[in-house]
């Protein structure tokens, strides 16, 4: 009997053969894997297929980043920095909400630097969920906010969108979930994985339930940067939000960095001081030497942003003319990296369509279903990879879909 699958235990009663899985957290045991991680892995069986289901630029960081990163190796900034990431950077973060979404951060006491993005959604999670809590999370959604919350010990509540309305968050949707338990309402606008952006007019009915519900929100805007048509909307900078608000958002997207695994979160200071002690004693601090890159790229790196953000519009309208010409219905994405066309049309659930296209014709895509409620028949695709590669994409998918159409 293997030991790894089993494990003997001697006990006063005998000798007793437990599942080394007992010993588990029952929130880890009941947690699924990524359901996107599963068509990564299909897609490496083939040597031909064009990804588009990883949510990273194609781009590389750009070079005055790299070299300020080894400047840094090179003067020898190995240390541990302040728990909190260095004043630097955080009067950098500071000045740049300020300037680009008018809001603004005391960056001794109001700002956290995080290992990217994701540390700093489950550090806002586990400074506020009492057991039992519920947090409100509209969806399709990135897909690690409910696992967050389980094992923080509260309860996710979905809060379906629809294409119809772009999905955005509708207020009467809100105030159908809310209970006297719900806490925490949780924001991710530009939407991974819709692209649905949100308006100040979008905005205010939902700032009003969120005060007249005494709701904390999270507010996730790591795609602020990438919207095509309209400047992002920060949910802090509505009136009256600021303090109810932790702001969530890091370098990855907008500046090439998802390696870099540099994010921030800000808030009031009592809850950024919750956050930070959780901080210290998980992970300590974000690397001193991606701080340095951080830096560089807040205050010298703008115009290559903004390259970039250039290039994924011209993508942007690339797929989705795309798509529609093939025959899938798609809205109109006005923020992030991702189109979300329906496949209801075909008759295949979304898992079957996206198992189908990535074994059949080379096109590795994420079933909607895993993005949660409204999810189910649609795929998202990322368009964070080169017009040839989008272009080839495109025709394998338009052969996909003619031949279940014959």
Known sequence: MSLSKEFIKSSPQGTVVRSMSEYLSPQVREMKPSGIRRFFDLASSRKDVITLGVGEPDFVTPWHVRDACVAALEAGKTQYTSNAGTIEL????????????????????????????????????????????????PEPSYISYSPITSLSGGVAVGIETFARDSFKLKAESLKAVITPRSKVLVLSYPSNPTGGTMTLEDWLPIAKIVEEHDLIVISDEIYAELTYGSKHVSFAAIPGMKDRTILVSGFSKAFAMTGWRIGYACGHHEIIAAMLKIHQYTVMCASNMAQVAAYEALTNGLEEMQRMMESYNQRRRLVVSGLREIGLEC??????????????????????????????????????????????????????????????????????VNKLKN
């Open 90 to 137: 955080r009067g950098a973060i500071g000045q740049y909400l300020s300037d680009g979404f008018g809001v603004d951060y005391d960056p001794g006491k109001e700002i956290l630097v995080t290992v990217g993005g994701s540390e700093a959604i489950d550090l806002a999670l586990r400074a506020l969920i009492t057991p039992g809590d519920e947090i409100l999370i």
């Open 331 to 400: 809205h109109e994405p006005q923020g992030a990296f991702y189109a979300f066309p329906s496949i209801v049309s075909t008759g295949l659930t979304s898992e079957q369509f996206a198992e189908r296209l990535v074994q059949e014709h080379g096109v590795a895509a994420v079933p909607g279903n895993v993005f949660g409620l409204g999810g189910e028949g649609h795929l998202r695709c990322s368009y964070a990879t080169s017009v040839a590669q989008l272009t080839e994409a495109l025709d394998r998918i338009g052969t996909f």
